[in-house]
């Protein structure tokens, strides 16, 4: 009797030590700039997809968030190493230490080349901004006065 109790708890033991299943989402939607800063990374966060803590804020009160582990994030068929956003008076947000860059501005950061993320987001019909950050590093953003 006691071997057929054990074996449920021993696999239910072992399932509970195994990494949680990575968790993937496209930003593709939220990217077509029709919501603002704060329901952006507020969702991001309650879906645990983001740490909710900045982990860069910039002079122009852009806070960057790192995904979770186990979370992948794709922009337009791009990895997503990073999403950006600030609102003003929003508390989710620290502010930097000079002129905000908008009202409220959010987007993601991604691994690729500008022209090949411009005509992804082209395509898509979004009114995303296009930025160059580095190689092969570029951001797509929305921004409101």
Same mark, same amino acid.
């Given at each position: 009797?006691?071997?057929?109790?054990?074996?449920?708890?021993?696999?239910?033991?072992?399932?509970?030590?195994?990494?949680?299943?990575?968790?993937?989402?496209?930003?593709?939607?939220?990217?077509?700039?029709?919501?603002?800063?704060?329901?952006?990374?507020?969702?991001?966060?309650?879906?645990?997809?983001?740490?909710?803590?900045?982990?860069?804020?910039?002079?122009?009160?852009?806070?960057?968030?790192?995904?979770?582990?186990?979370?992948?994030?794709?922009?337009?068929?791009?990895?997503?190493?990073?999403?950006?956003?600030?609102?003003? =008076?929003?508390?989710?947000?620290?502010?930097?230490?000079?002129?905000?860059?908008?009202?409220?501005?959010?987007?993601?950061?991604?691994?690729?080349? =500008?022209?090949?993320?411009?005509?992804?987001?082209?395509?898509?019909?979004?009114?995303?901004?296009?930025?160059?950050?580095?190689?092969?590093?570029?951001?797509?953003?929305?921004?409101?006065?």
């Amino acid at each position: 009797m006691k071997r057929i109790f054990a074996r449920p708890v021993l696999a239910a033991l072992l399932l509970s030590a195994l990494p949680f299943a990575a968790r993937a989402a496209s930003l593709d939607a939220a990217l077509a700039c029709n919501e603002s800063a704060h329901q952006f990374i507020a969702d991001l966060a309650a879906q645990q997809l983001i740490d909710p803590k900045p982990m860069r804020v910039e002079s122009n009160s852009i806070n960057a968030f790192r995904p979770v582990r186990g979370a992948r994030l794709e922009a337009y068929g791009f990895s997503v190493f990073a999403v950006v956003g600030y609102e003003q =008076d929003d508390p989710i947000f620290r502010a930097g230490s000079g002129e905000p860059l908008a009202k409220s501005a959010y987007g993601a950061v991604v691994w690729g080349s =500008d022209e090949k993320v411009q005509a992804a987001v082209t395509a898509a019909g979004s009114t995303a901004i296009v930025h160059h950050v580095a190689p092969h590093v570029t951001a797509i953003f929305c921004k409101r006065s």
